[in-house]
């Protein structure tokens, strides 16, 4: 019997995919490497229309495979289906889905595709519970070493105005600082090199659970601790809650990346008020200076949305002029996309097409920032953690703040950290060799 994932969204998606393959491998499935397979499993996003209808069209396509493999089941799970209405939608749309399943609903999986095996019985599950419980122990397939994903809280409470998370996540809710400590520390011994922490909002890691010493800045820290060769990674932070003593932590320790994700979607305040994001530009502005002040080499990236209800042309150019500022080591640019049930889809919305021209300039602007600061990483040397092998004999790995290297080198070394000259870059890519340099 064989599984195939289709996983869309972000990292939080990635890693929840890994839970999904192992509940299946309990089951007895392996996973496929063709389009033979028993079981598919859709680990969607709805972040914005274009993941959603992507998705619904790949959907679309099992129509003629399961009319001609009746007992292909069909799982879909995860964000898409939590919002309103969207399950019946999706089975009135596609009556031929076996099982759906929200992204606070994945333990129900085994259970679901036994009962429909043994009774025939489909399992509809996506109650959007105000605060599912926490469940430890979850078993991981992964398959990313030696990387690793370690989800420390779930949910999110901010509510911005653009943003379906809240709404098909739930509320904010933190595991227990020794779970993530032992699980961190399992996954080292294991051999692991890279731990990336995952939460919607890092920063407020511990709000919700009543012990003021379980805070993000102490977490990072008894994290930093373990002893090893392995670095450790966050994402994502949120500008209103990253504080200095968090900062001050991630400059201490070399175990900690010099890396922060810190997304800041606007440059104008009207907007950044409209969106609910409590923090003006700055404040933005003035967390940059403080990162830079204590870090001077501190890759950081962000997130940016064009389009927003209300944006004139003015708003936009402060969003362009703050780009320039801060002059980010990458940014990943979006079209804003309203999601039905929040507040920014009830606003009036701005035509296509100037969203559109705005995002082209936006990343017109963002890609000549990118290539100046490729430009000065040339002849410099970077500890990089080798990831991956590439085509050609060769590989590829990250930078202490998070920039990706390709070089020649044996697929022994994926792994292990080595010294990497940088001989050439190309907008948005690094190229080196390895050195006995530091
Ligand atoms: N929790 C993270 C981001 C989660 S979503 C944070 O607070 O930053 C990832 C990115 O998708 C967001 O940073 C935002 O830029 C973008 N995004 C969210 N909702 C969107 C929407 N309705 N339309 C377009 N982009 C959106
Ligand atoms: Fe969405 Fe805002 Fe929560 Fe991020 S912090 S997941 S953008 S509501
Ligand atoms: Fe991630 Fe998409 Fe859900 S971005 S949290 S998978 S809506």
Not at 21 to 43: C, Q
Not at 62 to 79: D, F, Q, R, T, Y
Not at 128 to 145: A, C, L, Q, V
Not at 254 to 281: A, E, F, V, W
């Amino acid at each position: 019997m064989f599984y195939k994932i289709n996983t869309y969204g972000c990292q939080m998606n990635v890693h929840e995919s890994e839970r999904i393959a192992k509940s299946l491998e309990k089951l007895g499935y392996t996973l496929a490497n063709d389009d033979n397979y028993d079981i598919i499993v859709f680990n969607t996003c709805c972040i914005r229309d274009t993941a959603e209808q992507k998705i619904l069209g790949h959907i679309g396509k099992l129509k003629k495979i399961k009319k001609s493999n009746p007992k292909l089941i069909i799982a879909i799970v995860g964000c898409m289906t939590g919002q309103a209405g969207k399950a019946e939608e999706l089975l009135k749309k596609y009556p031929f889905i076996d099982i759906v399943l929200g992204a606070n609903n994945l333990e129900e999986l085994e259970y679901a595709i036994l009962n429909l095996q043994t009774r025939h019985k489909k399992t509809i599950l996506t109650p959007n519970d105000e605060k599912p419980e926490i469940i430890e122990n979850i078993e991981y397939s992964r398959t990313s070493m030696p990387n690793a994903w370690v989800n420390i809280m779930y949910g999110c409470n901010n509510f911005c105005t653009y943003c379906i998370v809240p709404f098909v996540r739930g509320r904010e809710r933190s595991r227990q600082p020794q779970a993530i400590i032992s699980e961190c520390e399992s996954l080292i011994k294991e051999g692991y090199k890279e731990i990336t922490l995952l939460g919607q909002n890092v920063n407020s890691y511990g709000n919700d659970l009543d012990d003021e010493n379980i805070n993000f800045a102490n977490l990072l820290e008894s994290l930093a601790q373990i002893p090893g060769d392995h670095r450790i990674r966050f994402m994502t932070s949120h500008p209103k809650d990253l504080n200095e003593k968090v900062i001050d932590i991630i400059a201490k320790y070399d175990t900690l990346c010099k890396n922060i994700h810190l997304p800041i979607q606007s440059g104008s305040n009207k907007i950044l008020k409209d969106m609910n994001r409590h923090y003006t530009r700055e404040n933005y502005l003035e967390i940059v200076k403080k990162i830079r002040e204590k870090m001077p080499l501190c890759g950081i990236t962000t997130d940016i949305m064009v389009g927003f209800p209300g944006e004139s042309e003015e708003d936009f150019n402060d969003t362009l002029d703050i780009v320039r500022q801060v002059k980010f080591s990458g940014a990943f640019t979006y079209i804003y996309s309203p999601r039905k049930g929040t507040k920014a889809s009830l606003m009036e919305q701005i035509p296509y097409e100037i969203k559109s021209k705005r995002i082209q300039k936006l990343i017109k602007e963002q890609n000549q920032i990118t290539k100046s600061l490729s430009k000065s990483y040339e002849g410099n040397v970077y500890r990089v953690l080798v990831e991956d092998t590439k085509e050609e004999g060769n590989l590829c790995g990250r930078t202490d703040c998070g920039r990706l290297v390709t070089f020649s080198g044996s697929s022994e070394l994926v792994g292990t950290f080595k010294n990497i000259l940088i001989t050439k870059s190309q907008s948005a890519s690094l190229f080196g060799r390895i050195t006995e340099e530091k």
